[in-house]
């Protein structure tokens, strides 16, 4: 059972530095700043499967009929911000907008750069969201 009951993934823009409104957060890149409203959660996301590959952690993400439009929106308004995904809380993977993200993205992490046992943590979480019957 999951502690926090919050969202499962995130997906929210950041900055380098301190500012209004936004979260400071650490992980293996170093310090971000991430602003406070998520641009997904899990009520924008139709399907989600974590997999590993060699030396990472990987996410496939599908959004719903309406997570996908907005996704389009705010990416395009944002090329060049940088993003973060959350899964669980954690911070797992950051990135750079270069252009209009799509209705279903691939995030990956290498899992060096994840404490011990994390990955299969993040894992079971997600199957536990979007594949057992509810």
Excluded: C
């Excluded at 530095?17 to 924008?44: C, S, Y």
């Excluded at 929106?73 to 090329?79: F, N, T």
């Excluded at 990955?119 to 079971?124: C, D, I, L, Q, V």
């Amino acid at each position: 059972m999951r502690a926090d009951q919050g969202p499962v993934i995130e997906f929210r823009f950041a900055h380098a530095t301190p500012g209004p409104n936004l979260v400071p957060m650490t992980g293996p890149a170093g310090k971000i700043h991430l602003e406070e409203r998520n641009i997904l959660t899990d009520a924008q996301i139709e399907r989600a499967r974590a997999y590993r590959r060699p030396g990472q952690f990987a996410v496939e993400i599908e959004l719903t009929p309406e997570g996908a439009p907005r996704l389009q929106r705010e990416s395009r308004a944002r090329i060049g911000s940088r993003y973060v995904l959350l899964i669980d809380s954690r911070r797992i993977a950051d990135g750079v907008v270069t252009g209009e993200l799509g209705a279903t993205m691939i995030v990956a992490a290498d899992v060096a750069d994840l404490p011990a046992g994390a990955a299969e943590e993040m894992a079971e979480v997600i199957a536990a969201r979007w594949l057992d019957p509810k």
